[in-house]
């Protein structure tokens, strides 16, 4: 078993971790079909969960998100062999993706955490202009970071597969996060409870790590 295998093994773990971390950040209770985090606004729900349910959140993105990092990392490092190019620019995506994308889970746990203090001293509508404070700073990394883990990440590696830099079946093109959303988005339309579809993309990645690296 090499390195390549072993670590898309350990991407598959964590990144199945990242996947939860975005379940206690949706109502609970039986699916909709609807289910979704929420950007802007406050949730009256908010207030009427423990705030361990945000902290656990937090704790299992935390503990998660390295695994994608080190899968795109070592994704990299197989492509350099056919297109350093194509490899550098990965490298760079990925470095770019490794605090922005903690930074905008925090963000989403952070707001329901202060909302549930704020909520008891003040409106929805008090609550919701203080928390809009947040915004200036936050948006502009969950932006950069929507980019490079939705489809910086997954451009370069489909693209690696398509010129052959990354040599492997040009079926692993669906391992990826875009064709997780999918089907995730079709099963909360049969209004079937999902986790993470970032999460479930990545360990999706984690997958062509381990069948590159064979």
Same mark, same amino acid.
């Given at each position: 078993?090499?390195?390549?295998? &072993?670590?898309?093994?350990?991407?598959?773990?964590?990144?199945?971790?990242?996947?939860?971390?975005?379940?206690?950040?949706?109502?609970?209770?039986?699916?909709?079909? $609807?289910?979704?985090?929420?950007?802007?606004?406050?949730?009256?729900?908010?207030?009427?969960?423990?705030?361990?349910?945000?902290?656990?959140?937090?704790?299992?993105?935390?503990?998660?998100?390295?695994?994608?990092?080190? &899968?795109?990392?070592?994704?990299?490092?197989?492509?350099?062999?056919? $297109?350093?190019?194509?490899?550098? &620019?990965?490298?760079?995506?990925?470095?770019?993706?490794?605090?922005?994308?903690?930074?905008?889970?925090?963000?989403?746990?952070?707001?329901?955490?202060?909302?549930?203090?704020?909520?008891?001293?003040?409106?929805?509508?008090?609550?919701?202009?203080?928390?809009?404070?947040?915004?200036?700073?936050? $948006?502009?990394?969950?932006?950069?970071?929507?980019?490079?883990?939705?489809?910086?990440?997954?451009?370069?590696?489909?693209?690696?597969?398509?010129?052959?830099?990354?040599?492997?079946?040009?079926?692993?093109?669906?391992?990826?996060?875009?064709?997780?959303?999918?089907?995730?988005?079709?099963?909360?339309?049969?209004?079937?409870?999902?986790?993470?579809?970032?999460?479930?993309?990545?360990?999706?990645?984690?997958?062509?790590?381990?069948?590159?690296?064979?």
């Amino acid at each position: 078993m090499n390195m390549y295998v &072993v670590f898309g093994i350990f991407g598959i773990i964590s990144n199945l971790a990242a996947a939860f971390a975005d379940v206690p950040l949706i109502k609970p209770g039986k699916p909709t079909g $609807n289910e979704k985090i929420t950007l802007n606004g406050v949730q009256p729900w908010w207030a009427e969960v423990p705030e361990k349910r945000f902290k656990v959140s937090f704790w299992l993105s935390f503990l998660g998100q390295p695994g994608a990092y080190v &899968v795109l990392w070592l994704l990299a490092d197989l492509i350099s062999k056919n $297109n350093a190019t194509l490899a550098m &620019v990965l490298r760079i995506n990925t470095f770019i993706s490794c605090y922005t994308g903690l930074l905008s889970h925090l963000y989403f746990c952070l707001r329901p955490l202060l909302y549930q203090k704020l909520s008891k001293k003040m409106s929805d509508d008090e609550s919701e202009e203080v928390l809009k404070a947040i915004n200036p700073v936050a $948006n502009i990394p969950m932006l950069i970071a929507g980019l490079t883990l939705w489809f910086g990440g997954t451009i370069i590696v489909a693209i690696a597969i398509i010129t052959g830099a990354l040599e492997v079946s040009k079926w692993c093109l669906l391992l990826n996060p875009i064709v997780a959303v999918i089907v995730l988005m079709a099963l909360k339309k049969c209004k079937v409870k999902v986790i993470g579809a970032l999460g479930v993309g990545y360990t999706l990645i984690s997958v062509l790590l381990i069948i590159a690296g064979m």
